[in-house]
């Protein structure tokens, strides 16, 4: 799942990049990204701390984390003005974009924390903004995965709908990383960027 993962981001950004998509921060300061982060070499090191601390991560999600990396599709380009309301794929388990492992589990063991105290639902790791806050208007909470969870693949909550982590990544694949986009400029781009890409 997550080798066919990556070849899909690796394939869809550099056809952004080529096309002249520019990625950058959902705020009025547009900060350049790049649209992709490979999993860094510790990335076993930080599954490890992150289970240790919030039990069993599905497998698909660690193996997101130690083979596939931080993705961010939330930017500009020139053939499609409104693609930032695309809900653009986003998921950024390592914290690659904002100094890394470290932050990332500090962000998470925070968010646990809280979590214990209030003792209300399952716990949410999150890992992407919700589709209007990648658009840069107030929205909803964080897209995210239910843990503790020993299943194989996880369960994806998008402000109360739900699916599978597979399929949720399947369906934006096919989008070419954007599925919300709408327009006939929006389906040629996103036609042409989804071709090519394997179902997981």
């Not at 799942?1 to 070849?7: D, L, T």
């Not at 069993?56 to 999600?61: A, D, E, K």
Request: include cysteine; charge should be negative.
């Amino acid at each position: 799942m997550a080798i066919r993962a990556r070849r899909n981001i690796e394939l869809i950004a550099d056809r952004l990049v080529d096309s002249g998509f520019v990625a950058h921060t959902n705020d009025n300061e547009r900060k350049s990204r790049v649209p992709f982060i490979p999993a860094g070499e510790d990335s076993r090191v930080f599954v490890a701390q992150l289970t240790e601390k919030l039990g069993p991560i599905p497998l698909t999600v660690e193996s997101w984390i130690e083979f596939v990396g931080d993705v961010w599709l939330v930017g500009s380009h020139p053939r499609w003005p409104g693609i930032h309301q695309s809900d653009p794929l986003v998921v950024e388990f390592e914290g690659a974009y904002s100094c890394g492992h470290s932050v990332a589990y500090s962000y998470y063991e925070g968010e646990y924390e809280e979590w214990l105290k209030s003792g209300i639902g399952s716990f949410q790791m999150d890992f992407a903004p919700d589709r209007l806050h990648k658009a840069n208007i107030s929205g909803d909470e964080p897209y995210g995965i239910f843990v503790p969870d020993a299943c194989a693949d996880g369960t994806v909550n998008m402000g109360g709908r739900h699916m599978s982590f597979v399929s949720y990544l399947n369906w934006v694949f096919k989008a070419g990383g954007f599925p919300l986009g709408d327009g006939a400029d929006a389906r040629a781009l996103r036609e042409w960027l989804g071709a090519g890409i394997r179902e997981l």
